[in-house]
């Protein structure tokens, strides 16, 4: 029987590694919330995007799950900037613009996000001899 925190991780995987390639398909999706002062934006959705995989793989490594949890923790802090950026600009993605709802939405997912790598990686809270 496959264990609860295998399953949460492979999606997990499925979902980063999945994300970062949309990074390399669909750039113009990415382009507009890429903060005008990092300039370049396309290199800024290539760099989150090689991230993005590079972790999502990382993380079923049972040797760099611990240091790969981390790195998306921190990734996802550092990317939640485009996401304020783009609430802060009301900036459309995709061609669609989100209320204030839906931005706070995204900002709880993200938290949600940021526990489950957390926990995956068996930082605190959650650092117990769980594997």
């Not at 970062?20 to 760099?47: A, Q």
């Not at 997912?109 to 068996?122: D, E, H, S, V």
């Amino acid at each position: 029987m496959i264990n609860f925190k295998f399953f949460i991780t492979i999606i997990f995987s499925l979902m980063f590694v999945g994300v970062g390639i949309n990074h390399f398909l669909d750039t113009k999706w990415f382009e507009p919330i890429v903060p005008e002062i990092l300039g370049r934006p396309i290199f800024w959705i290539y760099l989150s995007g090689i991230f993005e995989i590079l972790l999502g793989i990382l993380i079923l490594s049972k040797e760099h799950r611990k240091i790969a949890s981390l790195g998306i923790v921190l990734l996802l802090i550092i990317l939640y900037l485009a996401n304020l950026n783009m609430w802060i600009n009301d900036i459309p993605i995709g061609e669609v613009k989100f209320n204030n709802l839906e931005h706070f939405a995204r900002l709880c997912m993200q938290i949600i996000l940021i526990f489950m790598a957390l926990y995956i990686g068996n930082w605190p809270p959650f650092n117990k001899n769980d594997t």
